[in-house]
């Protein structure tokens, strides 16, 4: 049995729900499992956790400032533990875009970090435009009509592949 922490930092609220269904498979794989918002909880001592998982997500192309200045921070840390990483975004949601080595954003924040955890995935995320704000919408919608995602205004689309997170779940266990 270890005990697990899962950090997560989201907009609206989808990599909290991957990160509660990974803390959900970790207790019933006999983990004792901390889910913490990464928000609040930047000072938190990782000493007790013999794994840590930080899950975040990306609006428009980049990861929350305060998720890469923990990273980065704590990382002699991170680098003491088994650690986890993955992004949630909706870039993810194409073929050619949705592995650590192909996604971008990944690419990008392991470059800022200086570091690659030794368990790294990146997730399809969701889009809920009625939930956005007025702004949001519409840039959001325009980077689809670029990106040749969904565009009508009342769609919600998930295209997180939950097979996925649940093999990460896995792979986090035998870490």
Known sequence: MSRILILYSTVDGHTRRICEQLRD???RAGHEVTLLDLN???GIDLAPYDKIV???SIRYGKHRPNVIAFM???RPELQARRCAFFSVNVV???ANRNTPDTNTYV??????IGWRPAL???FAGKLDYPRYTF????MIRFIMLVTHGPTDPTAVVEFTDWKRVEAFGHALGDL
């Not at 690419?107 to 800022?112: A, D, G, N, P, W």
């Not at 702004?135 to 519409?138: C, E, G, P, S, T």
């Open 54 to 56: 930080v899950g975040a």
């Open 72 to 74: 980065r921070a704590r």
């Open 135 to 138: 702004w949001d919408r519409h």
């Open 120 to 122: 790294l995935d990146v």
């Open 40 to 42: 609040d909880n930047t």
């Open 92 to 94: 993810a949601r194409k």
């Open 107 to 112: 690419k990008k924040f392991v470059s800022l």
């Open 25 to 27: 498979g970790a207790v």
